[in-house]
């Protein structure tokens, strides 16, 4: 007899208990999640995911105490994990890279169907992007559109070396370091090294300006 497939284990983070309570009757209606717990204010956030280890933490933008935007920063280096949905009633497209640069993976829009809740969720769970009301499979798909009329100077091309090429291609279609760690049959320091190595050479400082490095200069 198959295995029924494990339950997708979710966190919600909205200071908003009546629309906490309506998040949470929605996400358990369906027998594929599972909400293990509820944060009322930023503070609570990182404790609650070294706790209750979900696999997806759904963040509000403006939390009290501390926003989204830092607890996404706390989290990046602690919990790199979880795949974070941020969840906002509006956005700005300076707010969309500032969270996408810090890790989440999703920007889920307050006012979206109720289908797309759980459609966002599985995406970014099988390892996609989730902007506004669409899934992209990678953050180049997004970023040929958010890059339009951006200004600046592109980094001189260095030579890269073909493990460096191997991460470089990882990074750019959304894995984290432990993935890509598993996927080169290498440690999470190893990739470290190697990422910071292959941000001097491009001339940037994280992953989001490595992928829109890469995509000015033809490298993908």
Same mark, same amino acid.
């Given at each position: 007899?198959?295995?029924?497939?494990?339950?997708?284990?979710?966190?919600?983070?909205?200071?908003?208990?009546?629309?906490?309570?309506?998040?949470?009757?929605?996400?358990?209606?369906?027998?594929?999640?599972?909400?293990?717990?509820?944060?009322?204010?930023?503070?609570? #956030? &990182?404790?609650?995911?070294?706790?209750?280890?979900? =696999? !997806?933490?759904? *963040?509000?933008?403006?939390?009290?105490? +501390?926003?989204?935007?830092e607890v996404l920063r706390e989290l990046a280096s602690a919990h790199g994990d979880v795949r974070t949905i941020v969840l906002t009633g509006a956005i700005e497209k300076k707010q969309i890279v500032e969270a996408l640069q810090l890790g989440a993976r999703g920007i889920l829009l307050k006012d979206a169907a109720i289908q797309l809740v759980a459609k966002c969720i599985e995406k970014? #769970? &099988?390892?996609?992007?989730?902007?506004?009301?669409? =899934? !992209?499979?990678? *953050?180049?798909?997004?970023?040929?559109? +958010?890059?339009?009329?951006?200004?600046?100077?592109?980094?001189?091309?260095?030579?890269?070396?073909?493990?460096?090429?191997?991460?470089?291609?990882?990074?750019?279609?959304?894995?984290?370091?432990?993935?890509?760690?598993?996927?080169?049959?290498?440690?999470?320091?190893?990739?470290?090294?190697?990422?910071?190595?292959?941000?001097?050479?491009?001339?940037?400082?994280?992953?989001?300006?490595?992928?829109?490095?890469?995509?000015?200069?033809?490298?993908?």
């Amino acid at each position: 007899m198959a295995r029924k497939p494990a339950r997708i284990r979710i966190l919600i983070a909205d200071d908003h208990a009546v629309f906490r309570y309506g998040l949470r009757a929605l996400l358990e209606s369906e027998p594929r999640f599972t909400v293990v717990g509820e944060a009322a204010d930023g503070s609570e #956030v &990182a404790r609650l995911t070294s706790d209750l280890k979900p =696999a !997806v933490l759904m *963040l509000d933008l403006a939390m009290p105490r +501390l926003t989204g935007i830092e607890v996404l920063r706390e989290l990046a280096s602690a919990h790199g994990d979880v795949r974070t949905i941020v969840l906002t009633g509006a956005i700005e497209k300076k707010q969309i890279v500032e969270a996408l640069q810090l890790g989440a993976r999703g920007i889920l829009l307050k006012d979206a169907a109720i289908q797309l809740v759980a459609k966002c969720i599985e995406k970014v #769970v &099988a390892g996609d992007f989730w902007v506004g009301h669409e =899934a !992209v499979t990678s *953050l180049v798909d997004y970023l040929r559109g +958010l890059k339009r009329g951006t200004a600046g100077t592109v980094p001189r091309l260095k030579e890269f070396t073909p493990r460096e090429n191997e991460i470089i291609s990882a990074i750019v279609t959304g894995c984290v370091n432990k993935e890509i760690a598993i996927k080169l049959s290498l440690s999470e320091d190893t990739v470290k090294h190697h990422l910071s190595n292959i941000f001097d050479k491009a001339g940037v400082s994280n992953r989001l300006e490595l992928a829109i490095w890469s995509m000015n200069k033809g490298f993908l």
